[in-house]
T-cell receptor, first 117, second 114 residues
Framework: AQKVTQAQTEISVVEKEDVTLDCVYE???????LFWYKQPPSGELVFLIR??????QNEISGRYSWNFQKSTSSFNFTITASQVVDSAVYFC??????????????FGKGITLSVRP | DAGVIQSPRHEVTEMGQEVTLRCKPI?????LFWYRQTMMRGLELLIY????????DSGMPEDRFSAKMPNASFSTLKIQPSEPRDSAVYFC????????????FGPGTRLTVL
């Protein structure tokens, strides 16, 4: 079974629409971290956010917000008023305590977001 | 501050040739990761090092692949002999070796094996 599932493979929206990218994870650890990365067309992977398993507060950063719900093992990412520059592949990732003092990540398969003008 | 540096950015080679990819992690980061990204398989972790020591190489596809980290500021990923199915983007990433730290990725090396 996949540890990080991003069921949506491709999403296309028109500029200014809101869009939510889903991420469902699976772990038996009580201590873990969740991440979102962005991969724009230029190819590099850019870190967006990290959340630990003990902090279920939602996070907002400008047009970006993240909703972490342990009850449903989800860590969803919402872009409000999307822009063309948001077009990218977005990856959700998990780091589990069982990995020890390593920051090994397990990535989902990514969601390709296209924002049309 | 300089980010993770990878070279070359693009490599085109013929089947059977040796390929060496290079990575310089961010100064002060003591964990280094090599990933491979393809359309079919997505982002795969090949190997990672802590304090220059290989910790987990279970993702290395076969013996044709090898990785070294002779010092804290340099790592190589070697493919010998290369095959067309090795064509992919290879990323290097580094982080501080503390559980939960984010990884910072290099720009990647796009490898094409003809």
């Amino acid at each position: 079974a996949q540890k990080v599932t991003q069921a949506q493979t491709e999403i296309s929206v028109v500029e200014k629409e809101d869009v939510t990218l889903d991420c469902v994870y699976e772990t038996r650890d009580t201590t873990y971290y969740l991440f979102w990365y962005k991969q724009p067309p230029s190819g590099e992977l850019v870190f967006l956010i990290r959340r630990n398993s003990f902090d279920e507060q939602n996070e907002i950063s400008g047009r970006y917000s993240w909703n972490f719900q342990k009850s449903t093992s989800s860590f969803n990412f919402t872009i409000t008023a999307s822009q063309v520059v948001d077009s990218a592949v977005y990856f959700c990732a998990l780091s589990e305590e069982r990995q020890g003092a390593n920051s090994k990540l397990t990535f989902g398969k990514g969601i390709t977001l296209s924002v049309r003008p | 501050d300089a980010g993770v540096i990878q070279s070359p950015r693009h490599e085109v080679t013929e089947m059977g040739q040796e390929v060496t990819l290079r990575c310089k992690p961010i100064s002060g980061h003591n964990s280094l990761f090599w990933y491979r990204q393809t359309m079919m398989r997505g982002l795969e972790l090949l190997i990672y090092f802590n304090n220059n020591v290989p910790i987990d190489d279970s993702g290395m596809p076969e013996d044709r692949f090898s990785a070294k980290m002779p010092n804290a500021s340099f790592s190589t990923l070697k493919i010998q002999p290369s095959e067309p199915r090795d064509s992919a983007v290879y990323f290097c990433a580094s982080s501080r070796t503390t559980f939960g730290n984010e990884q910072f990725f290099g720009p990647g090396t796009r490898l094409t094996v003809l």
